[in-house]
């Protein structure tokens, strides 16, 4: 089993940056790649980014140049680096990380607004 905790999070005006931790426990060396998932309201879950242990990113199209992905692995903690955020960034982003199953964080609320 992989416990996942997420930090950071909350209320950002137009423009500004924000960022996002998430920090694995447990079964940690089953772990072969971390990522960000967001759900904004009446939305499916869509892909924010990942990275593998090799330190492989992917990002949705929506956040491309925008969005920064990084990994610790001496500390199994990913950190998502958020700038230019729009009102449509809003939403609940989730920590996933895969290894032998998919593993989910409780998520955390971003909101983007004047």
């Known amino acids: 089993q992989v416990q996942l905790m997420e930090s950071g999070g909350g209320l950002v005006q137009p423009g500004g940056s924000l960022s996002l931790s998430c920090a694995a426990s447990?079964?940690?060396?089953?772990?072969?790649?971390m990522g960000w998932y967001r759900q904004a309201p009446g939305k499916q879950r869509e892909l924010v980014a990942t990275?593998?242990?090799?330190?492989?990113?992917n990002y949705g199209d929506s956040v491309k140049g925008r969005f920064t992905i990084s990994r610790d692995n001496d500390k199994n903690t990913v950190h998502l680096q958020m700038k230019s955020l729009k009102p449509e960034d809003t939403a609940v982003y989730y920590c996933?990380?895969?290894?032998?199953?998919?593993?989910w964080g409780q998520g955390t609320q971003v909101i983007v607004s004047a």
């Open positions: 996933r990380a895969v290894g032998g199953d998919f593993y």
């Open positions: 447990g079964s940690i060396f089953s772990i072969i790649n």
């Open positions: 990275i593998t242990n090799g330190g492989s990113t």
